[in-house]
């Protein structure tokens, strides 16, 4: 049903249409701000108030991270394969460590063999007895000597 009103709305509408109309033509015959923003792009800016931020320190800086990394258990840095052959002066190699909630044991490789062999504390192999395991290293004594060997960790798989 047709009534003043609708007849009064539906030209207020379409006068509203029109007017947006002309604004959008306007605008996209004139050059706006984005358009004469160009012309100073290469132009030096006086920045105030902008704070310096100075240079990292040296790496040396970390060394208290690096010698006890705190995402590793224990805090004790990864033994690279080198420090643990380098270190190692026991006939047989830490190839790993089980601990359950009832038993801890290693399982060590002789130097000469393709064998592993599990150890338990308080057991011996070629003269050394295993003292202490923990979560990633065995502790040997054979007499007054005393050996520690680290379980070698794989480098991180990089993503």
């Not at 604004?23 to 012309?39: H, I, K, M, Y």
């Not at 105030?48 to 224990?74: C, D, N, W």
């Not at 270190?87 to 063999?113: C, D």
Request: glycine share 6%.
């Amino acid at each position: 049903m047709r009534t003043p009103l609708t007849d009064r709305l539906t030209w207020v509408l379409l006068a509203v249409c029109a007017l947006l109309a002309l604004a959008l033509v306007n605008s996209l015959r004139e050059p706006g701000p984005a358009l004469e923003a160009r012309e100073y792009a290469h132009k030096p800016v006086a920045l105030e108030g902008v704070v310096k931020i100075e240079p990292p320190p040296p790496l040396s800086a970390y060394q208290e991270i690096t010698a006890r990394p705190l995402f590793v258990e224990g805090r004790r840095p990864p033994v690279t394969e080198a420090q643990a052959v380098a270190g190692a002066s026991l006939p047989f190699l830490l190839e790993g460590i089980v601990i359950t909630s009832g038993e801890k044991a290693i399982l060590v490789r002789k130097n000469s063999g393709d064998k592993l062999q599990q150890l338990r504390e308080g057991e011996g192999l070629s003269g050394w007895t295993l003292e202490e395991i923990t979560a990633n290293e065995a502790s040997f004594s054979s007499g007054s000597r005393e050996q520690r060997l680290v379980l070698k960790t794989a480098p991180a798989a990089k993503p």
